[in-house]
């Protein structure tokens, strides 16, 4: 049975439950959505905030709503560097779903916005208990896989131009919004380039019109031309989302040979 949550006592909801934007709880069938809500808080999430320490127990897991959430990789140097973003479109605390209780990743808040909480434990057993949870939760895994593989091939044979240019459209998509809350030196450290050099390929992007530049925001004003410079990577990439977060059709059950 799953646990009361943080709040003292599971079930309890504000009369007027806000709509949900998160498109992993958007999946779900009415009931299952219905069983997660009754756990799930709703909290905001600032800017530069640590969900998760690195090789430290995960004790909450987040839905998120709006923002973005960085996984970033130590590289032993003292730096690290985005392995991959998490935003409407997904889960931050994905060792849970596999059985895990911490990660060698830190998970910090890169754009700040809104998640749904819910705790570890209560995520367990949830997949554990219900079937179409464990079953969205493992399709996101995929895709979160998918992603890894091709961004570290993306990263050793493609030009700056080309991640830039994925990284834009992809953050694009999970933030639903054109508008990028982002400087220049967060842009660098997250995608592990020089900020001199990610300075001189916006300007480049900009000058096509593909995006503008503002103070502390980057906008995308032409997406079809920003795909045009990013490589296959991305579209392969949003493929593997766009497919995991698509409901699977029901189950037929097997049919017995005749004896």
Not at 71 to 80: E, F, I, R, S, T
Not at 172 to 182: A, M, V
Request: with cysteine.
């Amino acid at each position: 049975m799953v646990a009361p949550d943080e709040r003292g006592q599971a079930g309890h909801l504000q009369m007027t439950q806000p709509p949900i934007r998160n498109r992993l709880l958007q999946g779900l069938p009415a009931e299952d959505l219905a069983c997660c809500l009754e756990l799930l808080t709703r909290v905001t999430l600032k800017p530069r905030q640590v969900l998760h320490l690195r090789s430290m127990p995960i004790e909450y897991c987040y839905f998120m709503e709006e923002g973005l959430v960085a996984v970033m990789a130590d590289l032993g140097d003292g730096k690290d560097v985005e392995a991959w973003l998490i935003g409407s479109e997904g889960l931050v605390g994905l060792p849970t779903v596999l059985g895990g209780i911490a990660s060698p990743f830190r998970r910090v808040v890169a754009v700040g916005g809104i998640a749904w909480k819910i705790s570890a434990l209560n995520l367990s057993r949830l997949i554990d208990e219900r079937q179409a949870v464990g079953d969205a939760m493992l399709r996101y895994v995929h895709a979160v896989t998918v992603q890894s593989a091709q961004s570290g091939a993306c990263a050793k044979r493609h030009s700056l131009d080309q991640r830039l240019a994925c990284w834009l459209l992809a953050a694009g998509n999970r933030l639903e919004s054109r508008r990028l809350p982002l400087t220049h030196a967060l842009l660098s450290r997250l995608i592990g380039a020089r900020r001199s050099s990610v300075t001189v390929t916006l300007g480049r992007f900009e000058a096509t019109g593909a995006v503008e530049q503002r103070r502390g925001e980057i906008v995308i004003l032409d997406e079809p031309l920003l795909e045009t410079i990013a490589c296959n990577c991305y579209g392969i990439i949003k493929s593997a989302y766009e497919t995991s977060l698509r409901a699977p059709a029901p189950r037929v059950p097997a049919v017995e040979p005749d004896a």
